[in-house]
């Protein structure tokens, strides 16, 4: 007898898991809760761990360039974070705004606000674009690189922003399907995008074969053709039919007003990731100052953490399509029930990666580096970390919670009080004036983030973004 129920419960599972990846299952405003999780968090984690991929395969072989090459990455995606913000703005906006009339069952309407958020993101990448072309040298003065490291590595923060086309459709397009409940096709993207910067990082950074020994430009060469083939294959499911949402030519018209309404969900979101990422170059810059041992260190190690919090977002980008589509089918309460069974969720999963920072980071981090420096700094990071990172979770999935409402605002207001009234000046002050260094940037992290999650726990209890109307 518990023997077939055993079995049973491990083809329900098997079912789900199937399920989860084919994406056979698109209303999530029905039945059980603990199921529409699962449905949509397997998916979106296993998206955002290949997103994160990207950065962990680029820094293993880009540390393999020394730490020059390292620097140089690191520098140039603190300044790549404002593009980031815009493109993840767009992406929560575009969510939140197609989950809602997803939840209406108006797939028309989430096709317009599709296509019209498409149009947005080109003509922001156009300006990001001739910034990056033109200006490549100063950004990284900007940052704190060394001369040596602007004149020898400039070109890789040429392509990266040059290209940033395939970043900002990557994200927005994702956005779109993880809106309707087509997480499984953002899965599937990024997984294409992924093996073809798999193969192509050592090949073009190396100089392998007939390919040419790029160095670190090979890097960026390798992630913006990966990131392409995914955008393509985005494309063809929008434009084919095959997904929820289905675009047509006519579609990209530009609608004035259509990209207003866009722009007015979707500027909160800009504006968290402004924040948060101008927060990150300040902090940058303050590590940039203890030398590019340093500045390696903590970049690689902040990457290991991207890679778990990564996942955790899948969670949370989970409960933001939950949230967006039962308010839309007038259910509030199940979408508030939704945000604290993710939590929780998320909560479990961030203590076990605690404890593994805690117990394994020196070894993580000589996985990814030798320079005796960059282990030391960046397994201090992990540690001091490790111990607030459970916060993070309710942080998170509370900020998502908001976006997911339609409420961009709340989080924009949470994260200006707690990254820049809070994270920096106190890692300033506590980097140069108690004498603790970089030790110092990695405490201001951790309390800015407990901050963060108490505020969004306080505010969200108090239920305002149930009656947000997009």
Same mark, same amino acid.
């Given at each position: 007898?518990?023997?077939?129920?055993?079995?049973?419960?491990?083809?329900?599972?098997?079912?789900?898991?199937?399920?989860?990846?084919?994406?056979?299952?698109?209303?999530?405003?029905?039945?059980?809760?603990?199921?529409?999780?699962?449905?949509?968090?397997?998916?979106?984690?296993?998206?955002?761990?290949?997103?994160?991929?990207?950065?962990?395969?680029?820094?293993?072989?880009?540390?393999?360039?020394?730490?020059?090459?390292?620097?140089?990455?690191?520098?140039?995606?603190?300044?790549?974070?404002?593009?980031?913000?815009?493109?993840?703005?767009?992406?929560?906006?575009?969510?939140?705004?197609?989950? /809602?009339?997803?939840?209406?069952?108006?797939?028309?309407?989430?096709?317009?606000?599709?296509?019209?958020?498409?149009?947005?993101?080109?003509?922001?990448?156009?300006?990001?674009?001739?910034?990056?072309?033109?200006?490549?040298?100063?950004?990284? %003065?900007?940052?704190?690189?060394?001369?040596?490291?602007?004149?020898? %590595?400039?070109?890789?923060?040429?392509?990266?922003?040059?290209?940033?086309?395939?970043?900002?459709?990557?994200?927005?397009?994702?956005?779109?399907?993880?809106?309707?409940?087509?997480?499984?096709?953002?899965?599937?993207?990024?997984?294409?995008?992924?093996?073809?910067?798999?193969?192509?990082?050592?090949?073009?950074?190396?100089?392998?074969?007939?390919?040419?020994?790029?160095?670190?430009?090979?890097?960026?060469?390798?992630?913006?053709?990966? /990131?392409?083939?995914?955008?393509?294959?985005?494309?063809?499911?929008?434009?084919?039919?095959?997904?929820?949402?289905?675009?047509?030519?006519?579609?990209?018209?530009?609608?004035?007003?259509?990209?207003?309404?866009?722009?007015?969900?979707?500027?909160?979101?800009?504006?968290?990731?402004?924040?948060?990422?101008?927060?990150?170059?300040?902090?940058?810059?303050?590590?940039?100052?203890?030398?590019?041992?340093?500045?390696?260190?903590?970049?690689?190690?902040?990457? !290991?953490?991207?890679?778990?919090?990564?996942?955790?977002?899948?969670?949370?980008?989970?409960?933001?399509?939950?949230?967006?589509?039962?308010?839309?089918?007038?259910?509030?309460?199940?979408?508030?029930?939704?945000?604290?069974?993710?939590?929780?969720?998320?909560?479990?999963?961030?203590?076990?990666?605690?404890?593994?920072?805690?117990?394994?980071?020196?070894?993580?981090?000589?996985?990814?580096?030798?320079?005796?420096?960059?282990?030391?700094?960046?397994?201090?990071?992990?540690? !001091?970390?490790?111990?607030?990172?459970?916060?993070?979770?309710?942080?998170?999935?509370?900020?998502?919670?908001?976006?997911?409402?339609?409420?961009?605002?709340?989080?924009?207001?949470?994260?200006?009080?707690?990254?820049?009234?809070?994270?920096?000046?106190?890692?300033?002050?506590?980097?140069?004036?108690?004498?603790?260094?970089?030790?110092?940037?990695?405490?201001?992290?951790?309390?800015?983030?407990?901050?963060?999650?108490?505020?969004?726990?306080?505010?969200?209890?108090?239920?305002?973004?149930?009656?947000?109307?997009?």
């Amino acid at each position: 007898m518990s023997e077939t129920i055993l079995t049973s419960k491990k083809t329900s599972v098997f079912t789900l898991l199937k399920q989860a990846v084919s994406g056979d299952v698109k209303d999530f405003t029905t039945g059980s809760i603990n199921r529409a999780i699962f449905l949509l968090a397997v998916p979106m984690i296993l998206e955002m761990v290949l997103e994160a991929l990207f950065a962990i395969v680029d820094i293993y072989f880009v540390n393999q360039q020394g730490t020059d090459a390292t620097s140089t990455v690191i520098l140039t995606e603190g300044s790549l974070t404002i593009l980031y913000s815009v493109a993840w703005g767009l992406a929560m906006g575009v969510t939140a705004l197609v989950a /809602r009339r997803a939840g209406e069952k108006n797939y028309k309407e989430a096709g317009d606000v599709a296509a019209q958020a498409i149009v947005l993101a080109s003509i922001f990448s156009i300006i990001i674009s001739l910034v990056g072309l033109f200006f490549s040298k100063q950004l990284l %003065h900007f940052m704190g690189a060394s001369a040596l490291v602007v004149q020898e %590595h400039y070109q890789f923060t040429q392509i990266m922003l040059g290209g940033n086309i395939v970043i900002m459709l990557l994200f927005v397009n994702n956005g779109i399907f993880r809106g309707v409940g087509d997480a499984n096709i953002a899965m599937r993207t990024l997984l294409i995008a992924n093996a073809i910067n798999i193969i192509l990082d050592p090949l073009l950074i190396k100089g392998i074969g007939p390919f040419p020994k790029m160095g670190v430009t090979g890097a960026a060469v390798s992630t913006t053709i990966g /990131r392409s083939f995914g955008v393509l294959y985005q494309l063809y499911y929008l434009f084919n039919g095959k997904a929820l949402v289905k675009l047509v030519r006519k579609q990209f018209r530009a609608s004035w007003a259509m990209m207003k309404h866009i722009l007015d969900t979707s500027w909160g979101g800009m504006l968290q990731f402004i924040i948060s990422s101008c927060s990150w170059i300040f902090l940058l810059r303050i590590i940039a100052t203890f030398g590019e041992g340093v500045t390696a260190g903590y970049g690689t190690a902040i990457r !290991i953490c991207i890679f778990t919090i990564l996942p955790a977002w899948g969670l949370a980008n989970a409960a933001a399509t939950l949230v967006g589509q039962n308010l839309g089918a007038g259910s509030p309460d199940r979408a508030e029930k939704s945000v604290w069974k993710t939590g929780f969720m998320t909560f479990c999963f961030f203590a076990l990666v605690a404890l593994i920072f805690y117990f394994f980071g020196e070894g993580l981090m000589r996985f990814f580096i030798s320079d005796t420096v960059a282990i030391q700094a960046g397994t201090s990071c992990l540690h !001091i970390l490790a111990v607030g990172y459970m916060f993070f979770a309710y942080g998170l999935i509370m900020t998502q919670a908001f976006n997911g409402a339609g409420d961009t605002k709340t989080p924009t207001y949470i994260n200006l009080f707690a990254f820049w009234l809070i994270q920096i000046p106190l890692a300033y002050v506590l980097s140069t004036r108690t004498g603790l260094g970089p030790e110092g940037v990695y405490v201001a992290i951790g309390v800015a983030e407990t901050v963060l999650a108490i505020t969004g726990i306080i505010i969200f209890r108090k239920g305002k973004w149930k009656l947000i109307k997009v």
